[in-house]
């Protein structure tokens, strides 16, 4: 059985800084991609990072040069470093572990922006 657990979500003001984290356990040996996907409010579900095999790192658009995604060496646990946050960046953020040629979820993270 494979769990996936985001936290780190919470208030920040615009400008303001966050990180979040995602820890995954079970049987995931072998990891081949992770990646962060958001839900804004009255938006569908969207990919923002995405951490592949090689190495490389892809962001959408909208986060590009704020958002930065990392894994450690366990490599079952990734992190968002979200900089310099806006409005438009409060959802709530999902943790997304491609394994075994299935995708894996967990239960998200609320982020607020507020002033």
């Known amino acids: 059985q494979v769990r996936v657990v985001e936290s780190g979500g919470g208030l920040v003001q615009p400008g303001g800084s966050l990180e979040l984290t995602c820890a995954a356990s079970?049987?995931?040996?072998?990891?081949?991609?992770m990646a962060w996907e958001r839900q804004r409010p009255g938006n569908q579900r969207e990919w923002v990072a995405m951490?592949?095999?090689?190495?490389?790192?892809y962001y959408a658009d909208s986060v590009r040069g704020r958002f930065a995604i990392s894994k450690d060496n366990d490599e079952k646990t990734v992190h968002l470093q979200m900089d310099n946050v806006d409005s438009d960046d409060a959802g709530v953020y999902y943790c997304?572990?491609?394994?075994?040629?299935?995708?894996?979820w967990g239960r998200g993270t609320q982020v607020t922006v507020s002033s």
């Open positions: 079970g049987s995931i040996g072998g990891i081949t991609e």
């Open positions: 951490l592949v095999r090689t190495g490389h790192m």
């Open positions: 997304k572990i491609h394994h075994g040629g299935l995708d894996y």
